[in-house]
């Protein structure tokens, strides 16, 4: 199924690593000069910030598959669909009551000011290379292997692909098909909560309607990559990435049309190539 509430997911991490920081920006470790937490032990602050966006991320993805998606399961398939995108409307206006429509602005560690980095010349212009796009990049390098080495290579991956596949054939070869989609949504959860604290740490701004775009060109970046093909999802949020921050220049459009050249992306690709760049990993019998 398709989880359009993958997005305020995000959005409760991302929340969560702004809490994280505020509290450890009241923190005061020295006076002379004046250190706040987050200054004076900045790894640790930021590691922090990542174990609990990714806790409570993960808890609300494991809690949506229980309450909202399990009752489902076995409903026609636009029923979940429609499920997904009510948990995704009810996440919004929860945060919205919870934490109010204000926007937050993330107070970063100084090593991860956001406006900072390398200077670099392209074509005798001086371009920043920020601190927090090489972070975010790196970080969501490791997770993707991180990702990639549990799918393939360990039992609760083989579960869970088998269980792709095939629930009643995986249940029948002794798998257990609720655990193993509850660990998945675990999983999905965590990753998206850590999404969320890099989102905060390199764009600054948080608020209850964060998670709605970047969930939606998620799973654009999915399809362009090939469904079920996770080096393919990454591949295909790199390239949307680079086609909307050179596109509108490219085109000579306003900036704020990039969203526009993403989703006409997106159709162009389901007309032209639907299994996408990498290719779409299926079942021999879907085939």
């Known amino acids: 199924m398709i989880n359009f509430a993958h997005g305020e997911v995000m959005m409760l991490g991302a929340y969560s ?4 920081f505020e509290a450890f920006k ?5 006076t002379e000069p004046v250190l706040t937490f987050s200054n004076a032990y900045p ?4 590691l922090i910030a990542f174990l609990v966006g990714m806790t409570v991320s993960a808890l609300a993805g494991y809690s949506l598959e229980r309450i909202a998606y399990r009752p489902l399961r076995k409903a026609p398939r636009l ?3 429609i499920g997904a995108i009510g948990a995704s409307i009810f996440l919004q206006n929860a945060a919205q009551l919870l934490f109010s429509p204000q926007l937050r602005d993330v107070t970063n560690p100084e090593i991860l000011a956001r406006g900072t980095g390398w200077s670099i010349m392209v074509n005798g212009s001086k371009v920043i290379l920020p601190y927090t796009g090489v972070f975010t990049f790196v970080l969501s390098l490791i997770l993707l292997a991180g990702l990639y080495l549990v799918v393939q290579k360990t039992r609760l991956g083989r579960s869970m692909r088998a269980v792709a596949l095939d629930k009643k054939t995986a249940s029948l070869m002794g798998i257990d098909v609720d655990k193993t989609i509850s660990l998945t949504f675990l999983i999905s959860g965590a990753l998206a909560g850590a999404a969320g604290v890099m989102w905060g740490i390199h764009n600054g701004l948080v608020y209850y309607f964060v998670g709605f775009i ?3 060109k998620a799973f654009t970046a999915a399809v362009l990559g090939g469904i079920g093909n996770l080096p393919g ?4 949020g790199l390239f949307l990435g680079l086609i909307e921050s050179l596109g509108p220049a490219a085109l000579g459009i306003d900036f704020q049309l ?7 992306l997106l159709i162009i690709v389901l007309i032209f ?3 996408g760049l990498l290719g779409e990993r299926l079942a021999e019998e879907k085939l």
């Open 233 to 236: 999802a990454m591949l295909g």
């Open 79 to 81: 029923v979940p669909l």
């Open 26 to 30: 009241a923190i005061k470790v020295s």
């Open 17 to 20: 690593g702004f809490f994280v």
């Open 43 to 46: 790894v640790l602050a930021v």
């Open 258 to 264: 990039k969203d526009v050249i993403a989703f006409a």
């Open 273 to 275: 190539r639907p299994s």
């Open 214 to 216: 970047p969930g939606i």
